[in-house]
Every structure is written in structure tokens, then in C-alpha cells.
């Protein structure tokens, strides 16, 4: 425990882990800041944040601004006297005026090896480029995007099946571990910051519907990282007997053929054939239908061998 008065800001369920040890570690949290509750769901009911949720339950208040930048609501972060601001997956961008405030800077437990995938997605986007090798960074945060100097960093390697639902949650608690490692050197003044070299970095840009498409004149690889990478949003899709489907985890094969042609569809087996190589589709969803096994599906929507899958469209499109 530092002791240090510590306004925490984050969103998402990613977020909460690291905001959970700060509360085990006894740390002065004088406030949470999150985003507004937003409409979620068939019905758009309005949805808390995970983060508001689980400040709320533990007697922490909350605030939630439209904008962070707003000058108002920077002169109540500075009313705040926070000696430290820790930021995990927040979703704005912290003005220069908010970033002065804390004496000990802006933390920000960013999910990926610095200045590598430096952006909104990080953990999909080295699933989907088929990276070896990932892990969370802490840094002092400045006005660029995921620019300011490094303080730590954990590595963890990534095996080439492992999908963004178990990275997300191992990432979690990697960075809850790395946050309270880095306060604590800090507060005993051990860590020198190390300036990013920018010649290194990558980005890692939001998701957008189209990112799912499946191109199956991609190598077999390819399109088995693009399904691991986008298996909770907005997941990997093509098309089968002129209907959208959703592709959630699948396993590479050695077979070949035309891209896209289905060559086998056994009751537990459905293998379609790409550029190089063939993917076995083992977990998938047909538009409006359950999220089912291969075996279930087939069950209920039998494929023919031979048939071809096609491109499908975005969400929306016409």
C-alpha cells in the first residue's frame, strides 16, 4: 500500500481486475471515473459499466463525463488532489490539463509489449496477425496515443489456438499484477522511465464489422487467426447456402481444393478447403440461431461436400 490518494479511470470488464487489486492493496481510492451507462441488448436497456458496478459495490464514488476534457470536470479531478491516476482501457483521450494534475503521473496499464500495437484493440490484433509472443506494459501516460515512457513490462507467450476470450482474461490479471508491482517502485523510487522507440511501433485500430469477413483465398493460418482474434466481437463470418455464418473456433488441416468448397461435412467434421491448406469449422452460428458445436450443427443443417461458402456481407449493408 502507497498510501497515495489514487483516482482510478477505466471502462470495460478488462479494467476491473486491476482496479480489484488496488481495492484488496487498501489503496486511497478517492474516486472511479468511467463512461456513461449507453443502451445495450435487443431492448437497449441502459447498461452500467463493469467498472461503475463494481466501484459502486465497494463504497467508491463515480463519476461519469461525456467528455473528460470538459474544463469543469477537470477542475473536480483536480479538486480531488490524486497523487497517482491509474487508466485501464478508459476510452478517451486524457488532456494535457488532466494528465498534470497528479504529482506521480498517469499510469496506464496498456495491453500489449510497447510500442508494439499501440491503439484501441491490441490483444485482437496480435491474434490476428498470428503473433508468438504478447504482454502488458505500464507507462506514464502523455498527450500522444499510448506514446509515453515505459516503466514495466511482463511478457507471456501465446500459443497459435489460444482465442481473445482466454487472453483477454489472462491479460486482465497480468496487468493487475504488473500495476501493483509498478506503484510500489515507484513509490520507492527504484524505476527510471524508458522512452518508447517509436521506429518499433505498430497500431491496432477498434474492430469495425467488415474486420470478420472471411477472405477464403487466405492461407488456412490466416483465416484460423482472423476467427481466434475476433471470436467475442464481431466474430469471424462467411456465407452457406446464402445465409451468414458465424465462425468461432476452428482447427487447421492439411486438405485442398477450390477456396471455400466444403470437403468434407461428416456428422462431426466440417472442413472447407483455402488457398492453401483447409480449416476445420468446430464451433459456429447461423444468422438468428444458437452458437452450436460442428456435430450440433450438422445435425440440424446439413451441409453438402462440394458446396461452396462465400462472402459474406457487414451487418447493415444492403
Known amino acids: 500500500m502507497t498510501g497515495w490518494r489514487t483516482i482510478f479511470m477505466g471502462t470495460p470488464g478488462f479494467a476491473c481486475p486491476t482496479l480489484q487489486g488496488l481495492i484488496d492493496r487498501g489503496e486511497h481510492i478517492v474516486a472511479v471515473v468511467t463512461q456513461p451507462d449507453r443502451p445495450k441488448g435487443r431492448g437497449q436497456r441502459m447498461m452500467a459499466p463493469p467498472v461503475k458496478e463494481l466501484a459502486e459495490k465497494s463504497g467508491i464514488p463515480v463519476y461519469q463525463p461525456l467528455k473528460v476534457r470538459d474544463p469543469d470536470f477537470v477542475d473536480i479531478i483536480r479538486g480531488l488532489k490524486p497523487d497517482v491516476i491509474v487508466v485501464v482501457a478508459f476510452g478517451q483521450i486524457l488532456p494535457k490539463a488532466l494528465l498534470e494534475i497528479p504529482p506521480h503521473g498517469c499510469i496506464n496499464v496498456h495491453a500489449s509489449l510497447l510500442p508494439r500495437y499501440r491503439g484501441a484493440a491490441p490483444l485482437n490484433w496480435c491474434l490476428i496477425n498470428g503473433e508468438s509472443e504478447t504482454g ?11 506514446t509515453g515512457d515505459m516503466l514495466l513490462v511482463k511478457r507471456t507467450p501465446l500459443d497459435e489456438n489460444e482465442d481473445i476470450v482466454s487472453l483477454h482474461d489472462r491479460m486482465a490479471s497480468m496487468g493487475a499484477e504488473l500495476l501493483g508491482e509498478t506503484i510500489d517502485r515507484l513509490a520507492a523510487g527504484d524505476l527510471i522511465p524508458q522512452p518508447q522507440n517509436s521506429a518499433d511501433s505498430c497500431y491496432a485500430p477498434m474492430l469495425k464489422k467488415e474486420d ?6 487466405a492461407d488456412a493460418r490466416t483465416i484460423h487467426n482472423q476467427v481466434r482474434g475476433l471470436a467475442v466481437w464481431p466474430g469471424a463470418c462467411t456465407t452457406v447456402g446464402g445465409q451468414t ?23 462431426d467434421q466440417l472442413e472447407v478447403a483455402c488457398q492453401t491448406g483447409s480449416l476445420f469449422l468446430q464451433e459456429l452460428q447461423l444468422a438468428g440461431k444458437k452458437r452450436l458445436d460442428c456435430a450440433s450443427f450438422l445435425a440440424g443443417y446439413p451441409v453438402a461436400e462440394g458446396s461452396l461458402m462465400g462472402t459474406a456481407q457487414p451487418e447493415g449493408a444492403p
Open 212 to 217: 470478420g469477413i472471411i477472405n477464403w483465398h
Open 245 to 267: 455464418l458465424k465462425i468461432f473456433r476452428t482447427a487447421v488441416g492439411k486438405g485442398s481444393g477450390v477456396p471455400g468448397t466444403v470437403l468434407q461435412a461428416t456428422k
Open 136 to 146: 502488458v506494459t505500464t507507462m506514464l501516460m502523455d498527450v500522444g496515443l499510448d
